[in-house]
Protein backbone atom coordinates (compact mmCIF):
# COMPACT_ATOMS: atom_id res chain seq x y z
CA UNK A 1 0.00 0.00 0.00
CA UNK A 2 1.30 3.60 -0.98
CA UNK A 3 2.53 6.48 1.42
CA UNK A 4 -0.68 8.26 -0.32
CA UNK A 5 -2.84 5.73 -0.06
CA UNK A 6 -2.48 5.28 3.38
CA UNK A 7 -3.03 9.25 4.35
CA UNK A 8 -6.15 9.15 2.22
CA UNK A 9 -7.65 6.14 4.35
CA UNK A 10 -6.66 8.26 7.12
CA UNK A 11 -8.01 10.91 6.38
CA UNK A 12 -11.44 9.43 5.85
CA UNK A 13 -11.73 7.80 9.00
CA UNK A 14 -11.05 11.14 10.59
CA UNK A 15 -13.55 13.18 8.27
CA UNK A 16 -16.08 9.93 9.16
CA UNK A 17 -15.22 9.81 13.10
CA UNK A 18 -15.96 14.14 12.82
CA UNK A 19 -19.38 13.46 10.99
CA UNK A 20 -20.38 10.51 13.71
CA UNK A 21 -19.07 12.68 16.62
CA UNK A 22 -20.86 15.73 15.06
CA UNK A 23 -24.04 13.43 14.53
CA UNK A 24 -23.81 12.55 17.92
CA UNK A 25 -23.68 15.99 19.55
CA UNK A 26 -27.19 17.19 17.19
CA UNK A 27 -28.92 14.18 18.27
CA UNK A 28 -28.20 15.42 22.05
CA UNK A 29 -29.14 18.86 21.49
CA UNK A 30 -32.25 17.82 20.00
CA UNK A 31 -33.03 15.20 22.52
CA UNK A 32 -32.42 17.74 25.32
CA UNK A 33 -34.47 19.98 23.43
CA UNK A 34 -37.02 18.22 22.99
CA UNK A 35 -36.84 17.11 26.94
CA UNK A 36 -36.96 20.92 27.69
CA UNK A 37 -40.45 21.18 25.36
CA UNK A 38 -41.90 18.59 26.83
CA UNK A 39 -44.81 19.00 29.44
CA UNK A 40 -44.61 17.47 33.08
CA UNK A 41 -46.72 14.52 33.47
CA UNK A 42 -47.82 12.78 36.48
CA UNK A 43 -49.11 9.17 35.97
CA UNK A 44 -51.92 7.59 37.45
CA UNK A 45 -53.99 4.31 36.45
CA UNK A 46 -57.59 3.71 36.32
CA UNK A 47 -59.26 1.30 38.47
CA UNK A 48 -62.71 2.06 36.85
CA UNK A 49 -64.47 3.46 33.89
CA UNK A 50 -68.14 3.84 33.26
CA UNK A 51 -69.35 5.45 30.41
CA UNK A 52 -72.60 7.58 31.73
CA UNK A 53 -73.63 9.14 28.29
CA UNK A 54 -72.79 8.64 24.78
CA UNK A 55 -74.65 11.34 22.27
CA UNK A 56 -74.00 13.18 18.83
CA UNK A 57 -73.39 16.98 18.92
CA UNK A 58 -73.88 17.81 15.19
CA UNK A 59 -71.02 14.95 13.25
CA UNK A 60 -69.14 14.34 16.68
CA UNK A 61 -69.83 12.17 18.85
CA UNK A 62 -68.97 12.62 22.48
CA UNK A 63 -68.84 10.06 25.28
CA UNK A 64 -69.13 11.32 28.59
CA UNK A 65 -67.40 9.33 31.09
CA UNK A 66 -66.81 8.54 35.12
CA UNK A 67 -63.68 7.64 35.65
CA UNK A 68 -62.04 6.91 39.06
CA UNK A 69 -57.94 6.91 39.16
CA UNK A 70 -55.39 6.25 41.57
CA UNK A 71 -52.20 8.13 41.86
CA UNK A 72 -49.09 6.88 40.87
CA UNK A 73 -46.59 9.98 41.34
CA UNK A 74 -47.34 12.62 42.31
CA UNK A 75 -45.26 16.37 42.42
CA UNK A 76 -43.58 16.99 46.31
CA UNK A 77 -44.56 20.63 47.37
CA UNK A 78 -41.27 21.37 46.91
CA UNK A 79 -41.61 20.48 42.83
CA UNK A 80 -44.97 22.59 42.45
CA UNK A 81 -43.36 25.22 44.43
CA UNK A 82 -40.47 25.40 42.06
CA UNK A 83 -43.40 25.45 39.27
CA UNK A 84 -44.93 28.08 39.90
CA UNK A 85 -41.71 30.06 40.89
CA UNK A 86 -42.55 32.46 37.79
CA UNK A 87 -45.43 33.71 39.03
CA UNK A 88 -44.57 34.46 42.50
CA UNK A 89 -41.33 36.34 40.55
CA UNK A 90 -43.59 38.62 39.29
CA UNK A 91 -45.52 39.36 42.20
CA UNK A 92 -42.82 39.79 44.73
CA UNK A 93 -40.93 42.06 41.76
CA UNK A 94 -44.39 44.40 41.03
CA UNK A 95 -45.91 44.34 44.06
CA UNK A 96 -43.11 44.28 46.81
CA UNK A 97 -43.91 43.34 50.47
CA UNK A 98 -47.44 42.32 49.36
CA UNK A 99 -46.64 40.42 46.97
CA UNK A 100 -44.21 38.74 49.17
CA UNK A 101 -47.60 38.31 51.42
CA UNK A 102 -49.30 36.88 48.53
CA UNK A 103 -47.12 34.49 48.13
CA UNK A 104 -46.80 33.19 51.10
CA UNK A 105 -50.30 32.78 51.23
CA UNK A 106 -50.16 30.98 48.12
CA UNK A 107 -47.56 28.73 49.24
CA UNK A 108 -49.37 27.64 52.70
CA UNK A 109 -52.63 26.93 50.60
CA UNK A 110 -50.49 24.90 48.16
CA UNK A 111 -49.21 23.08 51.06
CA UNK A 112 -52.78 22.43 52.43
CA UNK A 113 -53.94 21.05 49.02
CA UNK A 114 -50.59 18.73 48.85
CA UNK A 115 -51.04 17.26 52.62
CA UNK A 116 -55.09 16.21 52.14
CA UNK A 117 -55.07 15.49 47.89
CA UNK A 118 -56.51 11.90 48.10
CA UNK A 119 -54.77 9.11 46.58
CA UNK A 120 -57.98 8.16 44.83
CA UNK A 121 -60.30 10.20 42.59
CA UNK A 122 -63.34 10.62 39.91
CA UNK A 123 -62.54 12.62 37.63
CA UNK A 124 -65.36 13.37 34.65
CA UNK A 125 -63.81 12.21 31.58
CA UNK A 126 -64.79 13.15 27.29
CA UNK A 127 -63.90 11.43 24.84
CA UNK A 128 -64.32 13.19 21.40
CA UNK A 129 -64.91 10.25 18.64
CA UNK A 130 -64.57 6.90 18.29
CA UNK A 131 -61.56 5.71 19.73
CA UNK A 132 -60.35 8.59 19.93
CA UNK A 133 -59.16 11.65 22.12
CA UNK A 134 -59.30 11.19 25.82
CA UNK A 135 -59.15 14.48 28.38
CA UNK A 136 -60.81 15.35 32.26
CA UNK A 137 -63.17 18.26 31.21
CA UNK A 138 -61.88 20.52 33.54
CA UNK A 139 -58.51 21.65 35.04
CA UNK A 140 -56.90 21.27 38.19
CA UNK A 141 -54.52 23.38 40.56
CA UNK A 142 -52.26 20.37 40.88
CA UNK A 143 -52.67 16.41 40.48
CA UNK A 144 -55.13 14.84 42.37
CA UNK A 145 -55.79 18.35 43.85
CA UNK A 146 -58.72 20.94 43.32
CA UNK A 147 -60.72 22.02 40.33
CA UNK A 148 -60.11 25.27 38.48
CA UNK A 149 -61.27 25.21 35.13
CA UNK A 150 -63.38 23.68 32.40
CA UNK A 151 -61.53 23.02 29.42
CA UNK A 152 -63.73 24.20 26.32
CA UNK A 153 -61.06 24.71 23.49
CA UNK A 154 -59.97 21.28 21.59
CA UNK A 155 -57.30 21.78 18.95
CA UNK A 156 -56.37 18.74 16.44
CA UNK A 157 -54.30 17.41 13.54
CA UNK A 158 -51.41 19.13 13.47
CA UNK A 159 -51.31 20.56 17.30
CA UNK A 160 -49.29 20.03 19.69
CA UNK A 161 -48.95 22.99 22.23
CA UNK A 162 -45.94 23.90 20.61
CA UNK A 163 -47.43 24.60 17.39
CA UNK A 164 -50.97 25.49 18.89
CA UNK A 165 -49.40 27.84 20.85
CA UNK A 166 -47.42 29.54 17.79
CA UNK A 167 -50.77 29.90 15.36
CA UNK A 168 -51.88 32.06 18.12
CA UNK A 169 -49.12 34.13 18.89
CA UNK A 170 -48.18 34.93 14.86
CA UNK A 171 -51.90 34.29 13.33
CA UNK A 172 -54.85 35.21 15.50
CA UNK A 173 -55.90 38.58 14.81
CA UNK A 174 -55.90 41.41 18.05
CA UNK A 175 -52.26 41.07 19.34
CA UNK A 176 -52.87 37.41 21.02
CA UNK A 177 -48.99 36.75 22.58
CA UNK A 178 -46.42 35.46 25.21
CA UNK A 179 -46.90 33.24 27.88
CA UNK A 180 -48.44 35.45 30.61
CA UNK A 181 -47.50 34.62 33.74
CA UNK A 182 -50.10 32.64 36.06
CA UNK A 183 -50.44 29.84 38.28
CA UNK A 184 -49.60 26.54 37.08
CA UNK A 185 -52.83 24.21 36.14
CA UNK A 186 -52.96 20.15 35.39
CA UNK A 187 -55.80 18.27 32.81
CA UNK A 188 -56.17 14.57 33.23
CA UNK A 189 -55.22 13.17 29.89
CA UNK A 190 -55.54 9.72 28.65
CA UNK A 191 -53.50 8.28 26.07
CA UNK A 192 -53.57 4.88 26.49
CA UNK A 193 -56.09 4.20 23.97
CA UNK A 194 -53.07 5.30 22.03
CA UNK A 195 -50.12 3.11 23.47
CA UNK A 196 -49.32 5.99 25.77
CA UNK A 197 -50.47 6.58 29.59
CA UNK A 198 -53.08 8.46 31.89
CA UNK A 199 -51.05 11.59 32.91
CA UNK A 200 -52.13 14.86 34.51
CA UNK A 201 -50.37 16.84 32.29
CA UNK A 202 -49.33 20.50 32.82
CA UNK A 203 -49.89 23.52 30.85
CA UNK A 204 -46.91 23.74 28.86
CA UNK A 205 -48.28 26.77 26.77
CA UNK A 206 -49.92 30.25 27.43
CA UNK A 207 -51.49 32.82 25.45
CA UNK A 208 -53.40 36.16 26.30
CA UNK A 209 -54.42 39.69 24.79
CA UNK A 210 -55.71 42.45 26.75
CA UNK A 211 -53.93 43.75 30.17
CA UNK A 212 -52.61 41.51 32.51
CA UNK A 213 -53.13 43.88 35.34
CA UNK A 214 -56.45 44.69 34.17
CA UNK A 215 -59.03 42.62 32.15
CA UNK A 216 -57.60 39.61 29.55
CA UNK A 217 -58.47 36.87 27.69
CA UNK A 218 -56.31 34.11 28.73
CA UNK A 219 -55.80 30.03 27.68
CA UNK A 220 -53.79 27.40 29.00
CA UNK A 221 -52.68 24.46 26.88
CA UNK A 222 -52.32 20.98 27.78
CA UNK A 223 -50.84 18.31 25.30
CA UNK A 224 -52.47 15.21 24.12
CA UNK A 225 -50.33 12.58 22.71
CA UNK A 226 -50.64 11.40 18.80
CA UNK A 227 -54.43 9.83 18.12
CA UNK A 228 -52.84 6.54 16.64
CA UNK A 229 -56.35 6.10 14.89
CA UNK A 230 -55.67 8.90 12.52
CA UNK A 231 -58.86 10.83 12.99
CA UNK A 232 -57.48 13.82 15.04
CA UNK A 233 -53.62 13.17 15.07
CA UNK A 234 -51.37 15.43 17.11
CA UNK A 235 -54.12 17.53 19.45
CA UNK A 236 -54.32 19.38 22.79
CA UNK A 237 -56.57 21.12 24.95
CA UNK A 238 -57.18 24.88 26.47
CA UNK A 239 -59.47 26.34 29.27
CA UNK A 240 -60.06 29.73 27.82
CA UNK A 241 -61.53 32.45 29.91
CA UNK A 242 -62.05 36.13 30.50
CA UNK A 243 -60.51 37.15 33.63
CA UNK A 244 -59.91 41.14 35.60
CA UNK A 245 -57.01 41.71 37.66
CA UNK A 246 -58.01 42.36 41.34
CA UNK A 247 -55.78 44.84 43.03
CA UNK A 248 -57.11 44.42 46.47
CA UNK A 249 -56.57 40.14 46.74
CA UNK A 250 -53.88 40.29 43.95
CA UNK A 251 -55.45 38.11 41.97
CA UNK A 252 -57.45 37.67 38.92
CA UNK A 253 -60.94 37.10 39.14
CA UNK A 254 -63.13 35.11 36.59
CA UNK A 255 -65.16 37.02 34.45
CA UNK A 256 -66.68 34.62 31.59
CA UNK A 257 -65.67 31.62 30.18
CA UNK A 258 -67.58 31.71 26.95
CA UNK A 259 -66.34 35.56 26.27
CA UNK A 260 -62.45 34.51 25.52
CA UNK A 261 -63.78 30.94 23.84
CA UNK A 262 -65.68 32.98 21.47
CA UNK A 263 -62.59 35.12 20.94
CA UNK A 264 -60.19 33.09 20.64
CA UNK A 265 -62.44 31.33 18.22
CA UNK A 266 -63.32 34.78 16.30
CA UNK A 267 -59.50 35.68 16.02
CA UNK A 268 -58.02 32.04 14.54
CA UNK A 269 -60.92 31.89 11.85
CA UNK A 270 -59.62 32.07 8.67
CA UNK A 271 -56.27 32.59 9.75
CA UNK A 272 -52.56 31.18 8.55
CA UNK A 273 -52.79 27.37 10.10
CA UNK A 274 -56.31 26.99 10.24
CA UNK A 275 -58.60 24.58 8.96
CA UNK A 276 -62.18 23.80 10.02
CA UNK A 277 -63.64 25.69 13.19
CA UNK A 278 -66.65 24.09 14.70
CA UNK A 279 -68.48 23.85 17.55
CA UNK A 280 -70.19 20.53 19.74
CA UNK A 281 -71.75 20.41 23.32
CA UNK A 282 -69.19 18.69 25.68
CA UNK A 283 -71.61 18.05 28.30
CA UNK A 284 -69.71 19.88 31.14
CA UNK A 285 -72.26 22.67 31.85
CA UNK A 286 -72.23 24.19 35.32
CA UNK A 287 -70.95 26.88 37.31
CA UNK A 288 -66.82 27.21 38.14
CA UNK A 289 -64.97 29.80 40.01
CA UNK A 290 -68.91 31.36 40.38
CA UNK A 291 -69.25 32.05 36.84
CA UNK A 292 -71.54 29.62 34.53
CA UNK A 293 -69.62 27.52 31.67
CA UNK A 294 -72.34 26.60 28.35
CA UNK A 295 -70.47 23.21 28.07
CA UNK A 296 -70.33 24.18 24.60
CA UNK A 297 -66.66 23.60 23.40
CA UNK A 298 -64.80 24.47 20.30
CA UNK A 299 -63.45 22.03 17.74
CA UNK A 300 -60.31 23.66 16.12
CA UNK A 301 -58.20 22.11 13.41
CA UNK A 302 -54.42 23.75 12.99
CA UNK A 303 -53.15 22.46 9.31
Known amino acids: MTTKTTKTIALMSIIAGILVTSSIVLNAVQVNAAEIESPKRYTAEILSSEVKNVYYSGDTKVQRLEVTIKAKELPTFEELVEDNQKYYDWLTSNFGKRGEMKVEELKAELKQTVDNRPDVMTVNMVRVGDHSILFGDESYDSPMGNAKDPVNMVFYEDATTSQTDTVIDSYADNNWGGDGVSPQQYVLINNVPHGGTLDWVQSDHQQYKGNIVGQREHVRLFGGDYDTHSVYDYWSVGTAHQETWNTLCLCHEIDSWENA ?42 T
Open 261 to 302: ESELRNDLVGQTGVGNVGTYNQGNSGYWQGEYNNGVARLIEL
